[in-house]
């Protein structure tokens, strides 16, 4: 059907002609950035990301929290003192999380940190706790 009609019309020269999308990503492993933290207690001011070379910002495109706590707990990132994530107030939940854990992915975001700046992690709770960040650096 030349000339279709509809969102994927306007698409043209980027689908085939079964209209299947044609996408390419190419990431390098220099791109592809990631830190964690663990304790059983739990952080204050805690550096997740250090600082990145001068030039430099920090992009955080996803975070995940798993934490092992029936009650209330919440957690908040910063960058230099400034708060950039949070917080994020996770309720009670009930005796079943002590056994299976509680796991909370931020999904795909992105969240630029002033340049130069570092990420910092504070939690409410002593009890186990992880967090994984994925992160790129961007030039500034």
């Known amino acids: 059907m030349a000339g279709g009609i509809g969102p994927i019309a306007m698409l043209q020269g ?3 002609a079964q209209n299947q999308l044609l996408v390419s990503s190419v990431v390098s492993a220099a791109d592809a950035l990631s830190a964690s933290i663990d304790s059983t207690t739990k952080f204050t001011d805690a550096v997740l990301i250090p600082p990145p070379p001068p030039g430099y910002r920090i992009v955080v495109t996803n975070v995940i929290a798993s934490v092992l706590v029936a009650g209330p707990f919440s957690v908040h990132l910063d960058a230099g003192g400034t708060r950039v994530l949070g917080p994020v107030w996770l309720p009670y939940s009930g005796a079943a999380a002590l056994t299976s854990g509680r796991v909370f992915p931020s ?4 969240r630029p940190l002033p340049a130069g700046q570092g990420l910092t992690i504070t939690t409410s709770v002593d009890a186990p706790q992880s ?3 994925t992160y790129r650096l ?3």
């Open 107 to 110: 999904g795909p975001i992105v």
């Open 14 to 16: 980027k689908v085939n």
């Open 131 to 133: 967090f994984f960040v």
């Open 138 to 140: 961007d030039a500034v």
